[in-house]
């Protein structure tokens, strides 16, 4: 299967070329969780008023909500002594994050925050009214490739 996130090919392609790849190697977890991911992904396509083309970005998000999704059932699982359906959940998780980009590093991430602080405080805004500035500064120059709520606390350690 075709696990290269630095492909060429879109997203949606790539799942599709690994979902006839997962049948031949009768891989029944990559296939299920390939199924589902399409069928997300098409949801998000129809939702709204018109039907419309998701863009990589896009998908990637639809992926991200996927991928958090399956990170707090198997959580809920572990919690509640279900350690089969935990394990099927992670399983599923590993098949998400094959399509997913590499996760920025805390350095990487420390620095484009601490980048974004100097210029809300340059801009005049200090402390807890910067918050918001910052994070949208922040995930605007870090993309898809950081966690949403990874970036708030950052952002909230720096500003208190």
């Known amino acids: 299967m075709s696990t290269d996130p630095t492909s060429t090919d879109t997203v949606k392609a790539r799942l599709q070329s690994d979902l006839t790849a997962a049948m031949k190697a009768r891989d029944e977890v990559s296939l299920s969780t390939i199924r589902m991911l399409r069928s997300a992904i ?7 008023d018109s039907a419309v083309e998701l863009d990589d970005d896009q998908v990637i998000a639809v992926l991200q909500s996927e991928a958090k ?13 279900r350690t089969e359906l935990a394990a099927k959940e992670r399983a599923e998780l ?28 340059a801009s005049g805004a200090e402390g807890g009214r910067a918050m918001g500035i910052v994070i949208k500064g922040v995930r605007e120059r870090a993309g898809a490739s950081a966690d949403g709520g990874r970036i708030a606390a950052l952002v909230k350690s720096k500003l208190t």
Not at 42 to 48: D, I, L, N, Q
Not at 70 to 81: I, K, T
Not at 94 to 117: H, K, Q, S, T, W
């Open 94 to 121: 590993e098949v998400i994050e094959r399509y997913l980009p590499a996760a920025m590093g805390d350095d990487e991430l420390e620095a484009i925050v601490d980048d974004e602080i100097a210029k809300a405080a």
């Open 69 to 81: 999704k399956r990170s707090e059932s198997a959580d809920v699982y572990e919690q509640a002594g």
């Open 42 to 48: 098409s949801t998000a396509e129809v939702a709204g």
